[in-house]
C-alpha cells in the first residue's frame, strides 16, 4: 500500500514561486515514477511534471516548462515541484501520483498512475 500526502499549496500573487512536497510510503518508493498533476475548476486533470525511478529523467507539460522544476530524494521518499513565475492560470489543485509498474517509459498519462494524494490547493491572483 502507497500512501502520498501533499502540502505547501496556498494563495501568491502572480509572479511569486511556492514549493509543493509530497510525502510517500511504500518500501520500494525508489522504484516508483513521480508525477504531479492538476485540476482546476470545471476541466479535467492535466499532467504537470514527471520524474524517473532515479531522478535522471524529468518531463513538464508545456505550459510550465521553463517555470517549474520536479525533483525527490529517495533517502527520504519525498517529491517536491519547485514552482517559479506564477501565473493566474497556474489555479488548481495539485496532486501528487505514483506509478509502481517499473516502466522503463516514464509515464505522462493519468491512467498510469495507481496511486494518489488528496491534492494541494495553489491559487495564484492576478
Known amino acids: 500500500q502507497v500512501q502520498l500526502v501533499e502540502s505547501g499549496g496556498g494563495l501568491v500573487q502572480a509572479g511569486g514561486s511556492l514549493r509543493l512536497s509530497c510525502a510517500a510510503s511504500?518500501?520500494?518508493?525508489?522504484?516508483?515514477?513521480m508525477g504531479w498533476f492538476r485540476q482546476a475548476p470545471g476541466k479535467e486533470r492535466e499532467f504537470v511534471s514527471a520524474?524517473?525511478?532515479?531522478?535522471?529523467?524529468?518531463y513538464y507539460a508545456d505550459s510550465v516548462k521553463g517555470r517549474f522544476t520536479i525533483s525527490r530524494d529517495n533517502a527520504v521518499k519525498m517529491v517536491w515541484l519547485q514552482m517559479n513565475s506564477l501565473k493566474p492560470e497556474d489555479t488548481a489543485v495539485y496532486y501528487c501520483?505514483?506509478?509502481?509498474?517499473?516502466?522503463?517509459?516514464?509515464?505522462?498519462?493519468?491512467?498510469?498512475?495507481?496511486?494518489w494524494g488528496q491534492g494541494t490547493q495553489v491559487t495564484v491572483s492576478s
Open positions: 520524474i524517473a525511478w532515479s531522478g535522471g529523467s524529468t
Open positions: 511504500g518500501r520500494t518508493f525508489s522504484t516508483y515514477t
Open positions: 501520483a505514483a506509478d509502481l509498474r517499473r516502466s522503463t517509459k516514464v509515464a505522462l498519462e493519468e491512467y498510469e498512475y495507481g496511486y
